[in-house]
């Protein structure tokens, strides 16, 4: 009799448990590929990056210049963005860099800093475009 009763309560106990059991909820856990991860957490990166890049270039002046550089002929743009951020390899920025000593113009008499707004009066350019007038210019610093 004692064997029937402790039988009896380890079925109510498990029957208890099956019950409590059926109550919970199930996932199922699978593993994830290592390529999926990988992917993942690639985007996860890049836009946080492309987020604090875009925040960082919020504040510059040019950022609203070159927005409709990307329509434009390859040779206009880069000549457009170079001369929009400054660093176009005429002697102001080279000089801002410790490359050459002095910032001015050897092109011409004018004792002028080279930078955009010279090209627009360079007396040893001649009259063509700014985006001309930028390659030209630089065609000439590397023959001096």
């Known amino acids: 009799m004692m064997v029937s009763i402790f039988y009896k309560n380890q079925n109510e ?8 059991g059926a109550k919970v909820t ?8 290592y ?12 836009s946080a990056y492309r987020h604090k890049l ?6 510059k002046p040019w950022t609203q210049e070159i927005s409709t550089v990307t329509d434009w002929p390859r040779r206009r743009a880069v ?5 929009c951020v400054g ?11 410790g490359i050459h000593p002095d910032p001015y113009c050897t092109l011409c008499s004018l004792h002028e800093p080279m930078d ?15 985006c001309e007038r930028y390659w030209e210019a630089r065609t000439k610093l590397m023959e001096n």
């Open 35 to 46: 390529r999926s991860i990988k992917l993942h957490l690639k985007q996860v990166f890049r």
């Open 54 to 59: 875009e925040t960082r270039l919020s504040h």
């Open 79 to 83: 000549a457009e963005f170079r001369l």
């Open 116 to 130: 955009r707004n010279h090209l627009g009066h360079c007396t040893a350019l001649s009259n063509k475009t700014e």
């Open 26 to 33: 199930q996932t199922y856990i699978r593993e994830t590929p």
């Open 87 to 97: 660093h176009d390899c005429l002697r102001t920025h080279l000089h801002r860099i």
């Open 13 to 20: 106990q498990a029957d208890l448990l099956a019950k409590k």
